[in-house]
């Protein structure tokens, strides 16, 4: 998929039937079909930082630029944009489609909310703490906004009209990271301190589940739509899965320590996952 060094991070389904992934380290996207063949765009700058990609609204691909401060956009066929954040040295990670037709991402270090619209206009919004380090975002059954916030061990909420909630987590020092919306109406998350996958309902009931490895750094995690999730092991060489009742199955990857970050179901209904040793997994999801 590429070199070592180039780190792929990020990854989604794409609207044209294909995988697409931030290459992190390289300043690249690249484009991944399900036979193989890899396409790889550049960006403005190889230290940009790309991170997390999703699918826009406008059949695009949107990520955010962690190291640039910016926001990008391409579109299928290679053409791309970008957007700067206005707040200086933000550090935009997350992203995710909001039920208002717009982008919604965090900035990591700025401790802001941040709204794109299709055309590019940007609003921030300031989280009521210091220092969150707000990470991971997705869109709630509830019709909000719903983030980790890494460093301040909690999950916010964001109404569309900006107004915020904190649920601080049960475990101290669980580290929020990945978060995605689960088929059942909850927000599920996993905690990379903690080695535990968390769901919190959408009225801010929280339940965790700890890994048999505690030690396992989960960091990614996306809704399964058969039920449950399926979430990368960072630390331990491993995706896992579970069921909406809590019970998790894990699967090692043939590569030792090829560090899997960001997953996604493809197109083929198959789970792929980014690993930061230059390649991409699939694995067939049969339980």
Avoid at 42 to 56: D, K, N, Q, W
Avoid at 119 to 145: N, V
Avoid at 218 to 233: L, R, S
Avoid at 277 to 285: D, E, F, H, P, Q
């Amino acid at each position: 998929m590429a070199d070592r060094g180039h780190g792929p991070y990020g990854i989604t389904a794409g609207p044209d039937g294909a995988l697409w992934c931030t290459l992190v380290h390289a300043g690249q996207i690249a484009r991944l079909t399900l036979d193989g063949h890899v396409t790889r765009h550049s960006l403005e700058s190889a230290s940009c930082g790309p991170s997390v990609i999703t699918s826009g609204p406008d059949g695009a691909l949107w990520f955010t630029q962690a190291q640039a401060h910016r926001i990008g956009r391409i579109t299928t066929d290679g053409q791309v944009t970008s957007f700067p954040v206005p707040t200086p040295e933000s550090g935009p990670f997350g992203m995710t489609p909001g039920p208002d037709g717009a982008l919604w991402f965090t900035e990591m270090n700025a401790d802001r909310i941040g709204r794109i619209t299709i055309r590019g206009a940007i609003t921030e919004f300031a989280l009521p703490t210091k220092g969150a380090f707000a990470s991971m975002i997705a869109a709630g059954s509830d019709g909000a906004l719903w983030f980790t916030l890494n460093q301040a061990n909690a999950i916010g909420r964001l109404t569309v009209e900006g107004a915020f909630t904190l649920h601080p987590l049960p475990t101290a020092n669980a580290a929020p990271v990945g978060l995605t919306a689960g088929t059942d109406g909850a927000l599920w998350f996993v905690e990379i301190g903690a080695g535990q996958v968390g769901r919190i309902t959408p009225e801010g009931h929280i339940h965790e589940f700890p890994l048999p490895d505690r030690a396992a750094r989960p960091h990614a995690i996306v809704a399964d739509p058969a039920g449950g999730c399926w979430f990368t092991e960072w630390g331990a060489n491993r995706l896992g899965h579970i069921t909406p009742a809590g019970r998790i199955h894990t699967y090692e990857l043939p590569t030792p320590a090829s560090e899997p970050h960001g997953i996604t179901v493809g197109p083929d209904g198959a789970i792929w996952s980014a690993l930061e040793v230059g390649a991409i997994v699939r694995l067939s999801a049969l339980r």
